[in-house]
């Protein structure tokens, strides 16, 4: 089973920005899909965005776009993900996640598992 493990959260200001990084341990991870979601306190796990195995499709809450972008690097098995413009709500742990499926477009979020154990994003006002 794959390993995903985020790094790069933390605690910064308002208007300020971190890039989250998920490395995987597979050697096929450059088929699949990648995602990132993020839970806040008392809050249900959300979707933040998805970018397709070959990079071309990606995909945004609304809450997030234009604000952070995902991207990857196959050849380093990591996937990224961007964020400026950082605001109070979007303190969450951040979770990196990878499709069950194969190839195709990007996959609803229900399609996605293999889990990482999450990093903090903390953003103080």
């Known amino acids: 089973q794959v390993q995903l493990v985020e790094s790069g959260g933390g605690l910064v200001q308002a208007g300020g920005s971190l890039r989250l990084s998920c490395a995987a341990s597979?050697?096929?991870?450059?088929?699949?899909?990648m995602g990132w979601f993020r839970q806040a306190p008392g809050k249900e796990r959300e979707f933040v965005a998805a970018?397709?195995?070959?990079?071309?499709?990606?995909s945004y809450a609304d809450s997030v776009k234009g604000r952070f972008t995902i991207s990857r690097d196959n050849a380093k098995n990591t996937v990224y993900l961007q964020m400026n413009s950082l605001k109070p709500e979007d303190t969450a742990v951040y979770y990196c996640?990878?499709?069950?499926?194969?190839?195709?477009?990007?996959?609803?979020?229900?399609?996605?598992?293999?889990w990482g154990q999450g990093t903090q994003v903390t953003v103080s006002s």
């Open positions: 996640s990878r499709s069950r499926l194969a190839f195709g477009g990007l996959p609803g979020e229900s399609d996605f598992g293999s």
């Open positions: 597979e050697r096929t991870f450059s088929v699949y899909a």
């Open positions: 970018i397709g195995w070959n990079s071309v499709s990606t």
